[in-house]
């Protein structure tokens, strides 16, 4: 039988960042040197169900990467995408122009990975129009600001909930959801950010807990450890108890590091809210990331994973993995594909590479 190979050859440069605490305020100070991790992945059929895959991977910082080997039956676009942005409300430790970016990047990204795929913008009185909309349950909603806007969530009304419980699919980035509600400015000032805690996260996800900072990196830099931070490349926030993930029928999908994950999937009544604890100030990266957990179908479940595997990177070293899966016969006649999904399981996400191949 002729093999089919595919490769790529992905690059990631990322700016380095290091965050510390100091009087209760978040500091960021970047160093002057920015990582570098570099992946080759080659995947071929080997016979009438298996398929290997060889790739190496080196790093200029210790890395965490995940493997998720995946089946899709069908090449389905992630659905219509809608992004909430309004200028006049505020972001949770980020800008505005980073939330914008992130919208820009990722109609970018969509457009390249997805013939006729694209993105709406929503405001915020368009977002309690949208959540009371049927047709609007079967599209993906992007929430990445870390703020809710008071028209669909304060401490006496909430629209989010019972639209994901009724089938609506959410991406969520930053804080716990529900934790801060904003309320309007005006386009040019944001207004004002106020703090629900977690009465108000309780809410949203009553089964679930929000930890602290699940991942404790050593490989800090001199100004991050004068500073008091740990890890110089990302932004310590609010991870995901696996433990309490589990007891509520999710799924966790990024790295696992102290009880804790940063990349997680909840069952929510019909719906779905997709949880990624990552920040919003590399909204380029960010991007790559939400669009190749959507077009995956990792995002949201709809592809069954067969395999997963995870490695830590050295700085200076080289990992050369060769693995072989056996990959389960196809269940139904649409066309299917063999993917391996591998990424960066940090809090910047920064690094994503999707080898796939046509599958019978």
């Given at each position: 039988?002729?093999s089919?190979t595919?490769?790529?050859?992905a690059?990631?440069?990322?700016?380095?960042f290091?965050?510390?605490?100091?009087?209760?305020?978040?500091?960021?100070?970047?160093?002057?040197?920015?990582?570098?991790?570099?992946?080759?992945?080659s995947?071929?059929?080997?016979?009438?169900?298996?398929?290997?895959?060889?790739f190496?991977a080196?790093a200029?910082?210790?890395a965490?990467?995940?493997?998720?080997?995946?089946?899709?039956?069908?090449?389905?676009?992630?659905?219509?995408?809608?992004?909430f942005?309004?200028?006049?409300?505020?972001?949770?430790q980020?800008?505005?122009g980073?939330?914008?970016?992130?919208?820009?990047?990722?109609?970018?990204?969509?457009?390249?990975?997805v013939?006729?795929?694209?993105l709406?913008?929503?405001?915020?009185p368009?977002?309690?129009?949208?959540?009371?909309?049927?047709?609007?349950?079967?599209?993906?909603?992007?929430?990445?600001?870390?703020?809710?806007?008071?028209?669909?969530?304060?401490?006496?009304?909430?629209?989010?909930?019972?639209?994901?419980?009724?089938?609506?699919s959410?991406?969520?980035?930053?804080?716990p959801?529900?934790?801060?509600v904003?309320?309007?400015?005006?386009?040019g000032?944001?207004?004002?950010?106020?703090?629900?805690?977690?009465?108000?996260?309780?809410?949203?996800?009553?089964?679930?807990?929000?930890?602290?900072?699940g991942?404790?990196?050593?490989?800090?830099?001199?100004?991050?450890?004068?500073?008091?931070?740990?890890?110089?490349?990302?932004?310590?926030?609010?991870?995901l108890?696996?433990?309490?993930?589990?007891?509520?029928?999710?799924?966790?999908v990024?790295?696992?590091?102290?009880?804790?994950t940063?990349?997680?999937?909840?069952?929510v009544?019909?719906?779905?809210?997709?949880?990624?604890?990552?920040p919003?100030?590399?909204?380029?990266?960010?991007?790559?990331l939400?669009v190749?957990?959507?077009?995956?179908?990792?995002?949201?479940?709809?592809?069954?994973?067969?395999?997963?595997a995870?490695?830590?990177?050295r700085?200076?070293?080289?990992?050369?993995?060769?693995?072989?899966?056996?990959?389960?016969?196809?269940?139904?006649?649409?066309?299917?594909?063999?993917?391996?999904?591998?990424f960066?399981?940090?809090?910047l996400?920064?690094?994503?590479?999707?080898?796939?191949?046509?599958?019978?």
């Open positions: 039988m002729k089919r595919f490769q790529r050859l690059e990631v440069t990322v700016g380095l290091v965050i510390a605490l100091v009087l209760g305020e978040v500091a960021l100070v970047a160093p002057p040197t920015a990582p570098k991790l570099v992946f080759q992945a995947l071929v059929s080997v016979g009438p169900r298996d398929v290997e895959l060889n190496t080196t200029t910082f210790v965490h990467l995940r493997q998720l080997w995946l089946v899709q039956h069908q090449a389905e676009a992630p659905g219509a995408v809608y992004f942005y309004d200028a006049a409300y505020p972001v949770y980020g800008v505005a980073d939330w914008f970016s992130l919208a820009v990047r990722l109609q970018n990204v969509l457009r390249a990975s013939p006729g795929a694209s709406q913008l929503v405001d915020a368009g977002l309690a129009s949208f959540m009371v909309d049927p047709a609007h349950r079967q599209g993906i909603l992007v929430l990445a600001s870390g703020v809710l806007p008071d028209t669909v969530f304060d401490r006496t009304h909430d629209l989010l909930l019972p639209w994901i419980q009724q089938g609506g959410a991406i969520w980035v930053g804080a959801i529900g934790e801060w904003g309320h309007r400015g005006t386009p000032s944001a207004g004002a950010a106020e703090y629900l805690g977690p009465s108000g996260s309780n809410r949203l996800v009553p089964t679930f807990a929000f930890g602290g900072t991942f404790l990196y050593t490989n800090g830099s001199s100004p991050g450890f004068f500073l008091g931070g740990q890890y110089p490349y990302g932004r310590p926030g609010d991870d108890a696996v433990g309490s993930l589990v007891a509520s029928n999710g799924t966790v990024g790295g696992v590091s102290a009880g804790y940063n990349l997680a999937e909840l069952a009544g019909n719906g779905s809210l997709f949880y990624v604890g990552v919003l100030a590399v909204p380029n990266l960010l991007g790559n939400l190749e957990l959507m077009v995956t179908g990792v995002a949201f479940g709809t592809v069954p994973i067969v395999a997963t995870e490695w830590t990177l700085p200076g070293s080289t990992l050369a993995e060769f693995r072989s899966e056996v990959i389960p016969p196809p269940t139904a006649n649409a066309p299917s594909r063999v993917c391996v999904y591998t960066q399981s940090d809090y996400a920064t690094f994503g590479d999707l080898t796939c191949l046509p599958w019978r």
